[in-house]
């Protein structure tokens, strides 16, 4: 299967700060939540892969060794939520939680607090 995002996959991801690739990650999955809420599973499933496909790049980020166990939990909860049984019990809400804070971050460094 060729890469949903070839231009990152090939290099130009690995440029990027942890914070504005899991940022990256969130916007997909919030498109994947959105689709969900409105009834179109098709769209969620493949914005879940695109996120899923930006994860795996963040995690073959040899940067980010230290935060292995986080990127693969992460991973997995995502998994669990989407598509298994939810055995983590997260929500909507949980996602909101965890992915808008890099949302910001990444806005406020290429804006400037304002």
Not at 67 to 72: A, Q, S, V, Y
Not at 85 to 113: C, T
Request: hydrophobic share 40%.
């Amino acid at each position: 299967m060729s890469p949903l995002h070839a231009d990152l996959a090939a290099g130009r991801w690995h440029a990027f700060p942890l914070v504005e690739q899991l940022a990256n990650v969130g916007s997909e999955v919030e498109r994947a939540l959105n689709w969900t809420a409105r009834g179109n599973p098709e769209y969620s499933r493949r914005a879940l892969e695109r996120a899923l496909e930006l994860l795996e790049l963040t995690i073959g980020d040899s940067r980010h060794r230290t935060r292995l166990k986080e990127l693969t939990r992460l991973r997995e909860a995502l998994l669990d939520y989407f598509c298994g049984e939810n055995e983590y019990g997260s929500s909507e809400a949980n996602w909101h939680s965890y992915f808008h804070p890099y949302g910001m971050a990444v806005a406020i460094r290429k804006h400037g607090a304002q």
